[in-house]
């Protein structure tokens, strides 16, 4: 069974640029996660997807801050634009269900403003 | 508000015992989840425990109290390959992981 997977693994980029990236969860993974995860930090829920609604986006800071899910399998994360704080790794996670209990983590992508 | 309280950093010895703790806060428990993080890697699970009471998964064990919001993660016969950051998660009400900042192991030879 194939894991995660995350692109691009890194990326570097200026304060005020645009950056987006892509996620494809586990196939059959109705639920899709986006954290992100400070240096020294536990991960933070941006954003949780089912099939292709949202199911929380509570802590999404929407006006910098978007995703979607539109076919319901893979998913992007773009930020427009960036400020130095947005610097962390980005980690996209599936699980079978919204309630259940396993999450699986991809590679996460690290995001560099400078 | 939510809380998960477990500390910053540790220092072990390599074939000794080290046992990590977390207490929680949070509204609603649907179970704790420990996690590995090795440096520059996404988390890998290592253990859920919803009911009380000790659960054994080779060198690793994760205990649970719900009437004193507090568990620990159990560590036997450290290896080098141990060194790494691991993080308390708890599932609230919402289904979702709300995340401790996580404990950095450092295995000394």
């Known amino acids: 069974e194939a894991g995660v997977a995350q692109s691009p693994r890194y990326k570097i980029i200026e304060k005020r640029q645009s950056v987006a990236f892509w996620c494809n969860p586990i196939s059959g993974h109705a639920t899709l996660y986006w954290y992100q995860q400070i240096l020294g930090q536990g991960p933070k829920l941006l954003i949780q997807f089912q099939n292709n609604g949202v199911v929380d986006d509570s802590q999404l800071p929407k006006d910098r801050f978007s995703a979607e899910r539109l076919k319901g399998v893979d998913s992007t994360l773009k930020i427009q634009p960036a400020k130095l704080e947005d610097s962390a790794v980005y980690l996209c996670?599936?699980?079978?269900?919204?309630?259940?209990?396993?999450?699986?983590f991809g590679p996460g992508t690290r995001l560099t403003v400078t | 508000g939510q809380n998960i309280d477990q500390p910053t950093e540790m220092t072990a010895t390599e074939g000794a015992i080290v046992q990590i703790n977390c207490t929680y806060q949070?509204?609603?428990?649907?179970?704790l989840f420990w996690y590995q993080q090795h440096a520059g890697e996404a988390p890998t699970f290592l253990s859920y425990n919803v009911l009380d009471g000790l659960e054994e998964k080779g060198r690793f064990s994760s205990f649970l109290s719900r009437s004193k919001g507090y568990s620990y993660l159990l560590l036997k016969e450290l290896q080098m390959k141990d060194s790494a950051s691991y993080l308390c998660a708890v599932m609230d009400s919402n289904y979702q992981l709300i995340w401790g900042a996580g404990t950095k192991l450092i295995i000394k030879p």
């Open positions: 949070t509204s609603g428990f649907n179970g």
């Open positions: 996670a599936s699980s079978r269900t919204s309630t259940s209990y396993e999450q699986y």
